[in-house]
């Protein structure tokens, strides 16, 4: 069982910047992946950023724009988001992928992203 809590959404102008956290409540170096995805109104929930047994992969939407890092002392996953785009808006949630013989995905709560002038 893996507890996510994520935390830093907010409004935002175009051109600016956030930084989303997820917390997990078990040491991340125990997770098989862990990463970011959205969800905007009317569409379908997309990846943004993930890292994968150390393998980071971006959306092309964001590359050059975001960067994922994680902190093995606090068990955290965050996403810097710069140059903000109104496209960006969306519910922003966190993903932890556990191996155990199976897969198991877990979600945070989400939080939202909001890109306007």
């Known amino acids: 069982q893996v507890q996510l809590v994520e935390s830093g959404g907010g409004l935002v102008q175009p051109g600016g910047s956030l930084r989303l956290s997820c917390a997990a409540s078990r040491s991340i170096f125990t997770l098989y992946a862990m990463g970011w995805y959205r969800q905007a109104p009317g569409k379908q929930r997309e990846s943004v950023a993930t890292i994968t047994s150390g393998t980071i992969k971006f959306a092309d939407s964001v590359k050059g724009r975001f960067t994922i890092s994680q902190d093995g002392a606090k068990n955290t996953v965050d996403l810097q988001m710069n140059s903000l785009k109104v496209e960006d808006t969306a519910v922003y949630y966190c993903?932890?992928?556990?191996?155990?013989?199976?897969?198991?995905?877990?979600w945070g709560q989400g939080t939202q992203v909001t890109v306007s002038s």
């Open positions: 993903m932890a992928k556990l191996r155990l013989g199976e897969f198991y995905e877990y």
